[in-house]
């Protein structure tokens, strides 16, 4: 995991109490391979971790537990459980009963008729409430104004690249990354791995809430696919380019045209596919297509 | 998706009354690529499909919507709503609405508690009742008897890049496939792709229960990582050898010697790692390995 490296204001912004309850993120087991042969793997962690809000049970969450607190925040954030930062007072995560106690000052908003409207949308390929996302995305209107570059954009996946520690190692997780997008070029300000998408998707939001970072000039990048979750909380998050290196469905990508999303697949070795308001990127890298 | 072509008992089987309500699985997008050329790229399907039992309203399950009957099926069984494929009387699938209207002989066996078990379970990796399914892993036994020869996992692995049409052409999805296993082979039984790993596996356990085939014999396939709900599920339909083109989960792994079930990750091109239970595996293919 990568913390941003940004202090701008630190210290006049607020801050929830937080534990630092990061777990171990990869275990090693033994294997045997196609010759017979004896030998060691890394293995990816995934542990459940039951979400308490002023003592009354949320759910459980299967997670690598790299940034078990930011997770926890960006949750009660993405599902809008909670309105702003300055409403948690503390979140504690602790292993060894597998659960993360958060205090708020007011509650939380709406949790009985969110917990109904559960029923009928979890479920989903993500295991959040979707039918509130969906709710709240006739909402969202993401800056015109800004322009990804072609070079910024291999930038960044290089940039990802060297970050996947976990997945190097272990394999089954996915990276979320953000960054930061301008002339010239882009700065990773948060990477994460989890065993789910959807929570790594969570505790960059997570992370984006408590210091405060604006998503409307930034690139979010994801390792997983483009599924209609992911670009909903892109969209919440008011990042204006998602980019992926896997594929999309049909749903993401019709949400994405919705709220007018740059949205970027199968972004592997400098090769792309664009699939969503062109005006916006910049093809300064374009090279020649060989000819037949 | 493949349907079993073994049709022993057939016509004494019990069987529900189903729709056929299949959906187009993939959908013609416009792209650009790196180098600015206007191209066209298929994207997978992703559909929300809410599913009613009795009337009352469950859950949205988001689905690729090849296989919605079984989906919802294979959904109530692995989450033990439903004892017997006798107890239900018919799943209508009306995506003029997206919905599939479930109705049984008894009800949902211990709905309401299971409901409220759902608030500290769901969110997992999938969007299931996670809690209520390890409180049955205890339970599971697997048979000690069978083996699994290296031939057959090739052959296996084989079979399967062959049916693999969605991803092939749209990516952006997830294969399941249950295969018999005999000394003299294997034969692909069921194969299923959706958006969600959690939804091929149950949509497949949809399929066993409908044609009454017990897992025992069986291999279970997956082009998806092994997290403990995969291995949860493989175990609740019996099926003693898993096997993945991805990697694992730390959970995944410990369930998976708990209960005696073989695991085999990594499985791709006649490479693969064996997590558990060795003596089951039958090294018949093993080449030499290269001297150094």
Known sequence: MLQSTRQVDAKSRYRPQLTESARPSTFE????????????????GEHPLTVYVDKREILTLMTLGAAP????????????LVDSIEDIVAVQVDWDVNAASVYTKNGLINLDEKMAHRTKTTGCGSGTVF?????????????????????????????????ETIYKQA????????????????????????????????????MMW????????????????????????AAQMGVPFLVSRSGLTQMGYEIAKQVGMTMIGRAVNK??????????????????KASP
Chains 1, 2 share one sequence.
Do not use: W
């Open 29 to 44: 087991v033994a294997t045997l391979d196609e010759h017979g042969a004896v030998g060691r793997a890394f293995v990816a």
């Open 210 to 233: 408590l210091d405060g970072v604006d998503g409307g000039d930034k690139i979010f990048y994801t390792t997983g696919r483009l599924t209609s979750e992911m670009v909903i909380k």
């Open 69 to 80: 607190e930011a997770l926890v925040l960006g949750y009660l954030r993405n599902q809008r």
């Open 271 to 288: 090769h792309f596919l664009l699939f969503n308001d062109p005006g916006r990127f910049v093809f300064d890298a374009a090279v020649a």
């Open 131 to 163: 039918g509130d996302l969906m709710a709240n995305i006739d909402d969202v209107q993401l800056p015109l104004d800004g322009r990804l570059k072609q070079s910024t954009l291999y930038a960044l996946a290089e940039l990802v690249r060297k970050y």
């Open 171 to 206: 394999g089954a997780v996915h990276g979320c990354a953000l960054a930061s997008n301008s002339e010239t070029g882009c700065e990773l300000l948060y990477f994460v791995e989890d065993v789910g998408r959807h929570n790594a998707v969570d505790a960059i939001a997570g």
